[in-house]
């Protein structure tokens, strides 16, 4: 079974900076898309980033020039460097990839479990 693991999350200042991690481990065979969505309280849960298998990445608007997407095949983690936070950017944090998993044919979306970013003076 395929899973993904976050972490980075916490408590910061307005205008400060973290760094979310998130690891995919199990019997992969390959991972295409990567990404990174955020659900805050009482809203529904909305994209910030996506990167390819190839690297080519897309950011919600709010979060262009903000936020920053990477990701390491080898590894099978993908990463988002968050600068300028805001009180608006707290929420829970969740990493999305298409797997192909040892067995299968299809590739699967898998979801992690969340990590919770607060900001906050």
């Known amino acids: 079974q395929v899973q993904l693991v976050e972490s980075g999350g916490g408590l910061v200042q307005p205008g400060g900076s973290l760094r979310l991690s998130c690891a995919a481990s199990?019997?992969?065979?390959?991972?295409?898309?990567m990404g990174w969505y955020r659900q805050a309280p009482g809203k529904q849960r909305e994209l910030v980033a996506t990167?390819?298998?190839?690297?080519?990445?897309n950011y919600a608007d709010s979060m262009k020039g903000r936020f920053t997407i990477s990701r390491e095949n080898a590894e099978n983690s993908v990463y988002l460097q968050m600068n300028s936070l805001q009180p608006e950017d707290t929420a829970a944090y969740y990493c999305?990839?298409?797997?192909?998993?040892?067995?299968?044919?299809?590739?699967?979306?898998?979801w992690g479990q969340g990590t919770l970013v607060t900001v906050s003076s």
């Open positions: 999305n990839a298409a797997v192909l998993e040892a067995g299968s044919y299809l590739y699967r979306e898998v």
């Open positions: 199990g019997s992969i065979i390959s991972i295409n898309g």
């Open positions: 990167i390819t298998s190839g690297g080519r990445t």
